[in-house]
């Protein structure tokens, strides 16, 4: 496989990762770690009605957890909840635009898994499908 | 160093790494279509022909259970691990191979002792002294020993250089502590500590002292006795044996007090169903069929090791990772974490630009062929001491040669081209 992880549209989310910062008053908020890298993620949600109005996400780690927690956040923003709950790996994937060796999965799928956690915590399950991430 | 058929002052030919190289086979393969560059020994260390051998012909040969049998081969399977206790016993320098515990690693070694001296004779408010430096294997099962008893644990800390602060070491001394526990050479920043001095300042308070050996006894030339060190464990698999085999060294009149860890067979003297009576060292510790070809295995790399001689080890292992300094400090935005060479073993942990670690190991990986760990090392408050994540480490030990680290050199440059730095 070639080394193409690191495009310019990732590094520059990386480095000017979108939506970074916390909500004042976050509908929910949620976080998680890989225990085996130390990168770390929180997400804050404002919902509104149906609507995911307002996302920020903190965190730090590598490139590929980063840029994919700043693309899922462009993603969802103003986004229907319904829609959100349906995002699966294929989706980060499709945005990051990449092959992802299986030692890096969870960086590119952190930011997917609090995310869920998050909506879970606000009453939004996902419902079971074949690619939910193993908690 | 690297010319060849030298003889040392012990008289032991001093072979060059490159010649050394030949004997492991996993030298030949190629990574993503380079050649492989191994720069993770002090996560494990690769094998000699001679380990994977002698662990073969114990399969291929005499594979059977230990001390039970009366055929042949159990005799020889029996005979082959009590050697390779031996060796090991020698390997250290211990009294008598009977204070030579066989442990899965270092890990499991740490707990024995936690759980069964430690459960035994540390009390309520009693001082456990331990450091910023350890590994989590060094730092968890006493933390769990805390839990269980009510014991204190304290900290020494660490210079921004990597050295411990005696200062603060010498005031703890002063509350009498029970125990303390540190690292030799530090996993992260490659400091050697100055164990026989912080063992001394120990035993002249009453406390007793165990020693993480786990990157020391690979790397260094390793004398218990000298040390007068009270515990002492290390891992097999980083002294170019197999995984699966460590070692609990002990002073008898400690190892004879404590009570067994784990129950099973072999371990004991006598069963009846409410009582057992417990079988003499090293046995009472070793509860189970062990791990025979582990232990044969790690004698053949003990065999190995003091056939090279620790002492060119060491020069070796200085002359490399001075060098390694020397080129990695030229390269702008690289920050080196730890001790000067004359303080370190070979070890180095360090950040590029603001390129994560994990994204440097990859790029290393994918781009050179160059294995380096990248993460906190398994020493999470070592991290956040220096306000760090997360480091790329390279380590190197008797195969690695200049131009693994000449390869590494330029696997940073490609990276810094990629992040565009």
Known sequence: MSMDYYREYILDHYRNPRNYGKLEQPTVHAEDSNPLCGDQLGIDLLIEGDRISEVRFKGRGCAISQAAASMLSEMIEGKSVEEVVHLGKDDILEELGIDISPARTKCAFLSLRVLHRGLAMGGFEKPPTDDNEEE | ???????????????????????????????????????????????????????????????????????????????????????????????????????????????????????????????????????????????????????????????????????????????????????????????INPAQALIAQAHAVGATVLLDAAQSVPHLAVDVQALDVDFLCFSGHKMLGPTGIGVLYGKRELLEAMPPFMGGGDMIRTVSLRQSTWNDLPWKFEAGTPAIAEAIGLGAAVDYLTALGMQNVVRHEQELTGYALQQLQEIPGLTIYGPPAALRGGVISFTLGDIHPHDLASILDQEVGVAVRAGHHCAQPLMERFGLAATARASFYVYTIKEDIDILVQGLHKAMHIFQL
Do not use: C
């Open chain 2, 1 to 191: 160093m690297l010319t060849s058929d030298k003889v040392d002052d012990t008289g032991t030919t001093v072979r060059t790494a490159a010649d050394i190289r030949n004997d492991f086979p996993i030298m030949s393969r190629t990574v993503h279509g380079k050649p492989l560059v191994f720069l993770d020994s002090a996560a494990s260390s690769q094998k000699p022909r001679a380990v994977i051998d002698t662990m073969n012909v114990y399969y291929e040969t005499y594979n059977a259970n230990v001390h039970r049998g009366v055929y042949e081969i159990s005799e020889e399977a029996t005979a082959a691990m009590e050697k390779a206790r031996v060796k090991v016993a020698r390997f250290v320098n211990a009294r008598q191979g009977k204070q030579i515990i066989f442990t899965r690693n270092t890990s499991e070694g740490i707990n024995l002792v936690a759980y069964t001296w430690g459960n035994a004779n540390i009390k309520a408010g009693d001082l456990i002294i331990l450091t910023e430096m350890e590994h989590h294997s060094n730092l968890v099962p006493w933390q769990l020993l805390a839990q269980r008893t009510g014991a204190r644990l304290e900290f020494v800390p660490v210079t921004d250089d990597g050295l411990l602060r005696l200062d603060i070491y010498e005031q703890l001394l002063q509350q009498q502590p029970k125990l303390v526990a540190f690292t030799h050479v530090s996993n992260v920043l490659g400091t």
